[in-house]
């Protein structure tokens, strides 16, 4: 199957906190997932990715854990910013197809 | 240009009228893609065009969509006798070769179609 199914659908967190957002798949030929932050009117843009031979990837305050064997991976964002405040889609793509799947979207706001 | 580049930004039509949606890649991307977003929803992909190879049409949902890339850049996503569920964003995305780079897409800003 093609399906990444994302959590929550909306995510509202205090200025300072940790934003976590879900994503669970089911096609083990998945060979690469990103994380890409869309602003209203604006494109989707690649904010962190991760390959599954790794558990853990880090880039500033945010953060991919990836859990093979649950088929999981989760974006974690530290010390949550209201400049972070937009759409967050979880993506996977296989082997044998280019493009990406996507989840279904999270609208996080991070309130002052 | 520096990015991908979409045209029109916004469209109004009629139910019933045929629509052309335009995508520049960004120079040297040799895969182009499109998907669509509805309202509040994810990203579906419709269409992705690799170099010279048949396009992967497999996201298309129906037989008034269609899209053709010409000279390996400029895409036009085509749908004919629209329907008001055809409302959503259109967005275009391009990556360079296979191997070339990390995989990532890089998307327009989309355009919206609004079918009345």
């Known amino acids: 199957q093609q399906q990444v199914k994302q959590s929550p659908q909306s995510l509202i967190v205090q200025k300072g906190g940790i934003s976590i957002i879900n994503c669970a798949y089911e096609n083990t030929a998945f060979d690469y997932f990103p994380w890409y932050q869309q602003f209203p009117g604006k494109g989707p843009a690649l904010l962190i990715a991760i390959r599954p031979d790794v558990s853990e990837k880090k880039e500033g305050r945010f953060t991919i854990s990836f859990n093979k064997s649950a088929k999981q991976f989760s974006l974690h964002i530290m010390d949550s910013q209201p400049g972070d405040s937009a759409t967050y889609f979880c993506?996977?793509?296989?082997?044998?197809?280019?493009?990406?799947?996507f989840g279904s979207g999270t609208r996080l706001q991070v309130q002052p | 240009g520096a990015g991908v580049s979409q045209s029109p930004s916004n469209k109004v039509t009629e139910k019933g009228k045929d629509v052309e949606l335009r995508c520049d890649p960004i120079s040297g991307h040799t895969a182009l893609y499109w998907y669509r977003q509805s309202l509040g929803q994810g990203l579906e992909f419709l269409i992705y065009f690799q170099g010279n190879s048949a396009p992967d049409k497999s996201g298309l949902p129906s037989d008034r969509f269609s899209a053709e890339r010409t000279g390996g850049s400029v895409s036009t996503l085509t749908i004919q006798r629209t329907q008001q569920e055809d409302s959503a964003v259109y967005l275009c995305?391009?990556?360079?070769?296979?191997?070339?780079?990390?995989?990532?897409?890089?998307f327009g800003e989309g355009s919206r179609l609004t079918v009345l």
């Open positions: 993506a996977a793509r296989d082997t044998g197809r280019r493009a990406l799947t």
């Open positions: 995305a391009s990556s360079p070769s296979p191997g070339a780079g990390t995989g990532e897409l890089f």
